[in-house]
């Protein structure tokens, strides 16, 4: 079981807007602005897409945005495209031993 | 550019001990940590834990402890992860990654380390 709970599956329509969630509590999620966004397409590695929340790194999409409301972070895709289809994890902070925790991924399908 | 090569992949029998490296090019090997994140077939990623660039100061996964250790070389730019008293769930694709405030920015290509007798 995870430390953040997100969906395991989210779909939507090229053109459309999907939002992934990423419910965690106040020891992490909620109590740092240090959450971020993986995507992963099969057999390769993740590739960062947001992080601290909001930012996102050089060459990613304008497309993608962070948010953070309490205890949930949120991953917002807009104008859906085909490669966009793919795995996307949040991960964040913690201020438990571990330091780093991790959602259980969503599959995102791009109808 | 940034880029992190692993070595290439492992098969190992239950009881054995397995090192991965990590070499890391296009910056200042220091003024990064190296996160080792491990994901098993069909599974979410993992995260094991993280070795400093700059110090060798290391957090590991509580999970792990007592059976993984991280280390570094800065001659080379180069870290290791070695998993000891492996068991067949320990059959992952494992990626070092760069850790840049608390997200990792670049990622290794993976190395799938099998344990099966």
């Known amino acids: 079981q995870s430390a953040l709970t997100q969906p395991a599956s989210v779909s939507g329509s090229p053109g459309q807007s999907i939002t992934i969630s990423c419910t965690g509590t106040s020891s992490d999620v909620g109590g740092y602005d240090y959450v971020s966004w993986y995507q992963q397409h099969p057999g390769k590695a993740p590739k960062l897409m947001i992080y601290d929340v909001t930012n996102r790194p050089s060459g990613v999409s304008n497309r993608f945005s962070g948010s953070k409301s309490g205890n949930t972070a949120s991953l917002t895709i807009s104008g859906l495209q085909a490669e966009d289809e793919a795995h996307y994890y949040c991960?964040?902070?913690?201020?438990?031993?571990?330091?780093?925790?991790f959602g259980g991924g969503t599959k995102l399908t791009v109808l | 550019q940034v880029q992190l090569v692993q070595s290439g992949a492992e098969v190992k029998k239950p009881g054995a001990s397995v090192k991965v490296s990590c070499k890391a090019s296009g910056y200042t090997f220091s003024s990064f940590g190296i996160s080792w994140v491990r994901q098993a077939p069909g599974q979410g990623l993992e995260w094991m834990g993280w070795?400093?660039?700059?110090?060798?100061?290391?957090n590991y996964a509580q999970k792990l402890q007592g059976r993984v250790t991280m280390t570094t070389d800065t001659s080379t730019s180069t870290a290791y992860m070695e998993l000891r008293s492996l068991r067949s769930d320990d059959t992952a694709v494992y990626y070092c990654?760069?850790?840049?405030?608390?997200?990792?920015?670049?990622w290794g290509q993976g190395t799938l380390v099998t344990v099966s007798s």
């Open positions: 070795i400093s660039g700059y110090n060798a100061n290391t």
């Open positions: 990654g760069r850790l840049s405030s608390w997200e990792l920015d670049y």
């Open positions: 991960s964040s902070y913690t201020s438990r031993i571990t330091l780093v925790v």
